[in-house]
């Protein structure tokens, strides 16, 4: 049973930073491009970021381009996104996303699996 789990999320000030986690089980971890999307209240999940199987075919959102930075662990089979300099327009549901593909993909559609998300509130 593939499993991916979200962590880190939370209340962050305006211009600061939190790191998400999402730990992966019950697959193969290496064959899996993987990504961030999120989802605003009221609004329609939204691409954040990509990573390719092997770390590369990097790829992000104009809004969070020099922001965030999204890496990957493949023995830990883990997935990350650090977030800087944080505004309130970032305030989402936080849900990464599995693609059997080498590289990836902005489109949701492309993706086989789902984590429950993880909420990320930006306030002051």
């Known amino acids: 049973q593939v499993q991916l789990v979200e962590s880190g999320g939370g209340l962050v000030q305006p211009g600061g930073s939190l790191r998400l986690s999402c730990a992966a089980s019950g697959l193969t971890f290496s064959r899996y491009a993987m990504a961030w999307f999120r989802q605003a209240p009221g609004k329609e999940r939204v691409f954040v970021a990509k990573i390719g199987r092997s770390g590369d075919s990097i790829d992000y959102a104009a809004s969070v381009r020099g922001r965030f930075t999204i890496s990957r662990d493949n023995d830990k089979y883990t997935l990350y996104l650090q977030m800087n300099d944080l505004n309130p327009e970032d305030t989402a549901d936080y849900y990464c996303?599995?693609?059997?593909?080498?590289?990836?993909?902005?489109?949701?559609?492309?993706?086989?699996?789902w984590g429950q998300g993880t909420q990320v509130t930006v306030s002051s």
């Open positions: 996303a599995a693609d059997l593909g080498y590289g990836g993909s902005r489109n949701s559609r492309s993706y086989e699996y």
